[in-house]
């Protein structure tokens, strides 16, 4: 990794993807800390509908993996009910419907 000094001589990196960046460890730790932040508020709004306002100042990096876990578990959840219900529908509208073409054409009408 090339590396270069800024004016007030802190490392930074000179090339590469990570190019400009510090590359110090708490510069790195509050980039890492950031990124799972973000993840966890866009999880958090994708399961639930708004952004979970949960601070994270006094956390460790584990706490907030395990809550970015627990929201991705969520969405996961609820992929797999509305995939099961799809499924059930689909299977009702068959035992019913002519045929399998009408069994979707009403089940595409209902969503």
């Given at each position: 990794?090339?590396?270069?000094?800024?004016?007030?001589?802190?490392?930074?990196?000179?090339?590469?993807?990570?190019?400009?960046?510090?590359?110090?460890?708490?510069?790195?730790?509050?980039?890492?800390?950031?990124?799972?932040?973000?993840?966890?508020?866009?999880?958090?709004?994708?399961?639930?509908?708004?952004?979970?306002?949960?601070?994270?100042?006094?956390?460790?990096?584990?706490?907030?993996?395990?809550?970015?876990?627990?929201?991705?578990?969520?969405?996961?959840?609820?992929l797999?009910?509305?995939?099961?219900a799809?499924?059930?529908s689909?299977?009702?509208?068959?035992?019913?419907?002519?045929?399998?073409?009408?069994?979707?054409?009403?089940?595409?009408?209902?969503?």
């Open positions: 990794m090339q590396t270069s000094k800024d004016e007030l001589g802190y490392t930074v990196i000179a090339a590469g993807v990570d190019a400009g960046r510090y590359a110090t460890p708490e510069v790195a730790s509050q980039a890492y800390s950031d990124e799972l932040c973000g993840l966890i508020s866009d999880l958090s709004k994708d399961a639930m509908g708004f952004r979970s306002p949960i601070d994270f100042s006094d956390s460790g990096f584990f706490q907030m993996e395990m809550e970015a876990d627990y929201w991705a578990s969520c969405i996961e959840r609820e797999n009910a509305e995939e099961h799809r499924k059930e689909l299977e009702a509208f068959t035992k019913y419907a002519p045929d399998a073409e009408t069994a979707k054409r009403w089940l595409k009408e209902i969503v």
